[in-house]
Each structure stands twice: as C-alpha cells, then as structure tokens.
C-alpha cells in the first residue's frame, strides 16, 4: 500500500532498476506498442500473434531466457511461437499506462496455491508510477474494441466494419458477405439475426463500397469543420449534450448553491429545535410538528441537488470527451483513404437501417438507406447546415 512494486518482475516491455523503478525496456516496448497498434487497426489476438510469430520476434519467455537464464516460460522449439493469450495479457494490462497495479491476484488460502485474479475494488492502483508506453486515451480505446469481438473472414480477413457495424431494428451486428462469380464481385455486410435465422429481422443490406464512401465523407466533414472551427466545434458538441449550455449550467450551479445553503441553514433550525424541546421552551407536539415540515423540505431539497449535480457532472464529463475526441482530429489532419486504424479511433458504433423504396414500390431501383455514424466519445455529431 505504500506504493511499491510487490512484484520483482515487472510486466512484459519494462525493467526494474536497483531502487525498484520501471524502466522502458527499449528492446521490448515497440514490441508493446505494435500490439496496441494492430488491435487498433481491426486484428484480433489470434490474427496478431500469428503475425509476431511470422516477424520472428521472440516472446516474452524467449527475451527473459536469453537475459537471465531462467526457464520457466522459455519453449526452446517455439523461440518465436506467440500465443494468442499472451497477446490478450499485454492488451489487457493497464500498467503500460504509467500506473502501478498491486494485488492483482492473491491464493484461496496457504493450503491450495490456485491462483484467484482480484477485481479492481481489491486492487491498490497508483497512477503516474512510472513512464508510460500507451497512453490512457489509446489502451481505453483498445478495451472498448476487445469487447466487440471479431474474426476473420473465410479469406483470412478481418472487415474493414467489422465489430463496429449493428442493425438498427434488432441490435445485432452486421456480418460481412462476399460474392463472387465470373460475372461480378460483391462485398456486402447483413444482419447477423437475419443472416442466422435466430430473430425475425430483415436483411439490412448495404454494399461495402457504398458504406466506406459515405463513412469517408462524413467523416472528412466532421474533421473538417473540426479542424477550421474547433472552438465553435467543441462548444457545439457540448450544446448537443443533454443541458450542455452555459447559460442553463450557470442556472443550475445558482439553483445547487440556494439548495445546499437552505439544506445547511435546516440542519440549523434542527439543532435549535432540538435545545428549545429539551429545555422546555417549546411543547412536545410543537417540536414534532416543526421537525416534520423541516424533515420534508430538507430531503425535498437534498433529492434535487443529486439532481442538479449529476447534470452538472454530465456535461463536464461531455467538455472532457469533447477534448479527446479533439486530440483525435488533431493526430488526423488529413488522410487519404479509411484505414482500420483511422476508422476505430474516430468511430464507436455504426447503426444501419433498412432502405426504404423512394418511389413506393417494394423492389423500387431508387432507395434511400440511412446510417448514423457513433462518433468515439462524442456519439452523433450534428453540424450546422
């Protein structure tokens, strides 16, 4: 608890020096870092320690052998061999964000070595311990991609959409589908309900060259208009926020600060109510009735200010999300095309509806599809015409 390592070892990409500091381990940290940037880029653990081990670069067990001679992780045929799980131990672990993790694990009890892994509640965390490799934004990122798991396709794979693309009707992600015959090729994505027959759904379908032109547009618009106006832009994120205007936060903090202070001055009136009853100066059933009307007022008024503070919290938290959506648009001031990469850094969550016929008819050559774009900490974004 006093905030040392209980570990002599530290987590794959640092070293521990003579007074128990990490250290950037300058063989071992890039390794860290194109882990966290191929995650990024779309691939699962799988895919990416597949692609370490075709690089040839050693594992943690083979580094940890070749430096001090221990052979507990060390796999002599498998020099280069990186599993799947030890790709998900570096992408889960956040003390490559600076911050010491003690009591990570513990034992049911001196007679069974078993080893329990703590929740976060029973873990002792001290931020900015040591220098980190992957920044708070970047790993926070990565642990909202690993929850929306995806696999690579029958041509090995992994979709440009894939894992961040969800029908609007029933919720279910969309799924890739590739055709291909002499005449044509066709990359779509359906509706994984409608695709498995486990919900009554309809196909949702939109072709993948249509999907990434139209991601690509409103993508280059909102970064855009970001990047010309970002005060205007980021107080305009803030408005779109549920009570994100000043002037209805300055109203709310004067409405916070009435109630807190009425709420003290009761606490008070309560006190004194209480002397005057035990000295006599007021009767039993006057005291009751009083402290009654008080009593109600008092949690009246406390009720309202949790009100008051969770909305004031809120749109602090959005002017924050607002900032780290901004640092994104500052890393991108441009790009080409959209890359894996770009694409979940800037977007959390697209939802496809069913096209609609514009002429009436059920199988009509002119249709209308939309798509709302989730934009990473933001969600939608609205721009003024």
Known sequence: MSGKPVTSKPVYGYLMDEDENFIIDEEAAPVVKQIYSLCLAGNGPTKIARMLTEQEIPTPGTLEYRRTGRTRRYHPGYKCKWAANTVVHILENREYTGCLVNFKTTTQSYKCSKIIYNSEDKQAIFENHHEQIIDRDTWERVQELRKQRKRPNRYDEVGLF??????????????????????????????????????DCTAHFIRTDLLTEGVTENLRKVTSYAAKHEARFMKLLTEQTED????????????????????????????????????????????????????AEQKELKERAAVLQGELSRTLEATANAEKFMKVVRKYTSFEELTPTLLREFVEKIVIHESEALDGKRRGKLRRQEIEIYYSFVGKVELPD
């Open 244 to 295: 994100g205007s000043k002037r209805r936060n300055a109203a709310k903090k004067k409405e916070l600060e009435a109630a807190e202070k009425r709420i003290a001055e009761l606490s008070a009136i309560f006190k004194r109510l209480y002397e005057d009853s035990v000295t006599g100066r007021i009767s039993d059933e006057r005291f009751t009735e009083l402290s009654a009307d008080y009593e």
């Open 162 to 199: 894939s894992g961040i693309l969800f029908c609007a009707d029933c919720g279910s992600v969309m799924y890739q589908q590739r055709y291909q015959t002499e005449k044509r090729r066709q990359d779509c994505y359906i509706c994984g309900s409608y695709k498995k027959r486990t919900a």
